[in-house]
């Protein structure tokens, strides 16, 4: 049996993984990262929760102060994106970063043990090449694994994810058989940010001032005005406010001009594109072009692509071009693109790169934004 830090939310997931280990005689011991300023769910009521399992189940319980980690890492990362005119994707970010590296740190650290576990939907095998792969949840409906693509493999050998092989309705009924208080508790609906701010606007608007600017099309002529590029992300219809006789989408966000180009959902098309900071999962960084299925949001369908394979010599930053097999609506920089094989093998992922557009004179952002880049705060939350 082995000594396991279970990453404790708070939440019914990750109460069954660490009484299902400890069921299992691990000894296991609960841990909350405390994410945010403020009275974020896992930071007041989620400790409450998560300290509340411990004492139910006779399990250590820590708590390690990660709001600093978490405001460079993600809140400046958020700010830093949205203001250039890209949608970062927080969670993956997080996971890698906030979560499961530094998660492991203290482990090793101040618990003496490399094993550390949460109650995320994906599984883990390993290949004969003694690579660690990830793998979709059985339950297909809360696969996770898309926000897991940039885990090394590292953090991979160090980690279970005992809800895999399990559907989320299994997870209650054990939670229930267990007599967990936190059975019945709700599921998050949404990123941890939004939930705490309401909405994503409301938490950038506590950070980014008013820019208004123009709404243009695709030929740059102006048809209205925006509020600040931030409110807006591709692939967006409502709450343009413009006329127009045909439906109109964000197409792109031109932070250079401050401007919101729109156009008719033909003009957003893409049939490729190029995706940065890959990380190869279950397989070894590849040398040749990959058949995969490809997912550009979390929600969305997985679609037939190849990988071509960038910059190999470049092991920290590899990039990549995907080229899909129909043009594809909706492409966000600063999104991940995840792509797996025809079974469920998770095989790497990347994000999105804002990509050129001619017509409408777009110019490149970075997705790594430089820390000096990011706007002071001008009405941060109280800590
Ligand atoms: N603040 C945190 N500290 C430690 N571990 C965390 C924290 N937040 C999330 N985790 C871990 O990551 C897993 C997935 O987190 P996510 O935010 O997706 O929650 P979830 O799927 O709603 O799960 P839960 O029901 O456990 O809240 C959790 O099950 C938990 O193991």
């Known amino acids: 049996m082995s000594k396991i830090v279970v990453g404790l939310s708070g939440g019914v997931d990750s109460s069954v993984a660490a009484a299902v280990l400890h069921n299992q005689g691990h000894d296991v011991i609960g841990l909350t990262l405390w994410l945010m300023k403020g009275k974020g769910q896992c930071c007041s009521e989620g400790m409450v929760d998560a300290a509340q399992l411990c004492a139910d189940l006779g399990l250590r319980y820590e708590v390690v102060d990660s709001r600093e ?30 979560k499961f590296g530094p998660m492991l740190d203290y482990a090793r650290t101040h618990l003496d043990t490399d094993q550390i576990a949460t109650g995320h939907y994906a599984r883990i095998t390993r290949a004969d090449t003694g690579r660690y792969e990830l793998r979709r949840a059985v339950d297909r409906q809360k696969d996770q694994s898309y926000f897991l693509y940039d885990l090394t493999q590292e953090q991979l050998a160090a980690s279970r994810f005992p809800l895999g092989e399990q559907t989320k309705a299994e997870t209650r009924r054990v939670a229930a058989e267990l007599g967990l208080h936190t059975a019945e508790k709700p599921e998050s609906q949404d990123l941890c940010l939004v939930e705490q701010h309401g909405s994503m606007q409301k938490f950038l608007d506590r950070y980014l001032a008013p820019k208004p600017g123009d709404i243009v ?27 127009a006789p045909q439906p109109l989408y964000v197409v792109a966000l031109d932070a250079a001009r401050n401007r919101v180009v729109v156009g008719e959902r033909t003009s957003g098309q893409q049939s490729e594109c190029g995706v940065q900071r890959v990380n190869w999962v279950s397989i070894a960084p590849p040398q040749s072009p990959v058949r995969v299925q490809v997912q550009i949001r979390y929600r969305s369908a997985a ?37 797996y094989d025809e079974t469920d093998r998770l095989l790497g992922g990347g994000l999105i790169e804002p990509f050129q557009t001619a017509a409408a004179g777009l110019a490149e952002a970075s997705l790594v934004p430089a820390p000096q880049t990011v706007p002071q705060n001008p009405k941060a939350p109280e800590p």
């Open 69 to 98: 980690l978490f405001e460079q890492n993600i809140v400046d990362y958020l700010v830093a994106g949205y203001s250039q005119g890209v949608t970062p994707l927080p969670c993956s970010q997080c996971n890698r970063t906030v």
């Open 217 to 243: 099309d695709t030929s740059g002529v102006v048809l209205g005005q925006h509020r600040g590029i931030h409110h807006y992300t591709i692939g967006q219809r409502k709450g343009l406010g413009i006329a």
């Open 303 to 339: 679609i037939a692509a190849t990988v071509i394979p960038l910059s190999v010599a470049d092991a920290l930053a590899p990039s990549a071009r995907l080229i899909f097999d129909e043009p594809q609506f909706g492409l966000t920089p600063g999104q991940a693109a995840v792509w």
